[in-house]
């Protein structure tokens, strides 16, 4: 795809000077299909995220936790 950009997420702590942060960056295409999978989808559905999905926390051995609204938690652990 011609003007297609590259997406990563990092800790934002990475960009500030004098703080350390050791979380694992994630690509989008990555963390789209760790979501697909704890929700329990074959491909990741955008809309079906916004509407589950409370938040996402990346766990100091490169784990995510998954936080649905609903108070539900999954976490995905990192081979």
Known sequence: VKDRKYVSWFCRA??????TCRSR???EAQ???ICAGLMGME???AEAFGEAVK???VL???SLECC???GKVKKW???
Do not use: H, I, M
């Open 25 to 27: 960056n994630y690509s």
């Open 31 to 33: 963390l789209q299909k």
């Open 68 to 70: 649905f609204y609903g």
């Open 43 to 45: 491909t990741f559905d």
């Open 77 to 79: 652990e990192r081979a």
């Open 14 to 19: 990475k960009k500030e000077k004098g703080v």
């Open 60 to 62: 100091p051995d490169g």
């Open 55 to 57: 938040g996402l926390t």
